[in-house]
């Protein structure tokens, strides 16, 4: 039977007005401390600021932020509409049900050939395949270069080089046979390499002899999921977007978000720079404030506990153990973040 992922609905970002107010803090016995909840309580505030985010179909490994896409970017100008993107979704969908069994069953040729080909035609791109790229200085030929209108695909096709091609492409798609795990390498189409390792070599290879950059960005696929790699990210950091898992499609929500990050739009470059450029520094900047503003807000609540024992007449602190005081105060504020993120995990802590 034939379902649907739920919308990605993570929660990450600190809420306005999140502190601790000066007030008297007498001693407190290590016993007395709550223990986390085993079920997390879906008005608990999140603290962490993960490396690594999964949040429904997205997932982010130190690219940008899922949390900083639902809040932010699925707001604004750049995110399609529902009435634009369903029509897109029922073909989509419509595809992947009819292909699914063969799929299941078949090699690399046969999920490009059968589902990448006409999904990437629907997303509005157009492509020259690895059969009809010239070689390169690359160590292998992509599977696709990516190319956003007829005009440029012309233009590509004509050309004898592959420089000249890859200078005319938005990007290039590197493809696995479905559900191949892209973490690990393949024993057949290209034995002894991890997939991240060929987009690597085609994001170092995407310039010409002056060092101009061609693109910054590659794709990996298996159809079920595609990632995004960034020329100047860490090289195992990707963004994820799981279009199907098992017999689930994605919902048409989720699906907002995989034609506003892999429809040729998104590559396309004014100044060399294009939306998926934006939204990294976005997201990376919107982290930096919120990393900001969460250690001023821990310095706060360190200074209120530290007067509240101080101003808790039966511990008796002198300036003398003041060094003391704010150790005690420090070991304190720690153990309460660690119960705090073990709730925000729904972790349980013996």
């Known amino acids: 039977m034939v379902q649907e992922i739920g919308d990605a609905d993570g929660r990450t970002d600190l809420q306005p007005g999140f502190g601790v107010s000066a007030c008297p803090v007498g001693h407190i016995p290590a016993q007395a401390l709550p223990m986390p909840r085993a079920k997390k309580d879906p008005d608990q505030l999140n603290f962490a600021l993960p490396r690594e985010e999964v949040s429904g179909a997205l997932h982010s490994r130190g690219l940008f932020s899922s949390n900083y896409l639902q809040r932010h970017f699925a707001h604004g100008a750049d995110f399609p509409p529902v009435a634009e993107v369903e029509p897109l979704y029922r073909e989509a969908r419509a595809l992947w049900e009819e292909k699914l069994p063969g799929l299941i069953k078949q090699k690399e040729a046969y999920t490009r050939t059968t589902f990448l080909d006409p999904l990437l035609k629907l997303l509005g791109w157009h492509f020259i395949p690895e059969a009809n790229l010239p070689h390169g200085t690359t160590r292998k030929r992509p599977d696709y270069a990516l190319l956003p209108d007829a005009a440029r695909s012309e233009q590509a096709a004509a050309a004898s080089d592959a420089t000249d091609i890859f200078r005319l492409a938005d990007t290039v798609l590197e493809a696995k046979r479905w559900q191949h795990p892209l973490d690990e390498a393949s024993s057949t189409e290209t034995p002894g390499w991890f997939p991240s390792e060929q987009i690597q070599d085609y994001l170092r290879h995407a310039r010409d002899g002056t060092g101009a950059r061609f693109f910054n960005w590659a794709i990996l696929t298996n159809g079920a999921r595609w990632r995004l790699y960034c020329e100047q990210a860490a090289g195992d950091a990707f963004f994820e977007f799981t279009l199907a898992q098992g ?19 998104a590559f396309a470059r004014t100044d060399a720079r294009c939306l998926l450029d934006d939204l990294r520094e976005q997201a990376l900047t919107r982290q930096v404030a919120l990393e900001k503003n969460l250690k001023d807000r821990i310095f706060d609540v360190l200074e209120d506990l530290a007067t509240g024992f101080r101003a808790h007449a039966p511990n008796a602190i002198t300036p003398a153990d003041f060094a003391a005081l704010y150790e005690a105060s420090l070991v304190f504020l720690y153990r309460l973040l660690f119960i705090l993120y073990a709730e925000s995990r729904a972790l349980e802590v013996l």
Do not use: I, Y
């Open 247 to 265: 017999e689930a499609f994605c919902s048409l929500n989720d699906f907002r978000f995989f034609v506003a990050l892999f429809h040729p739009a």
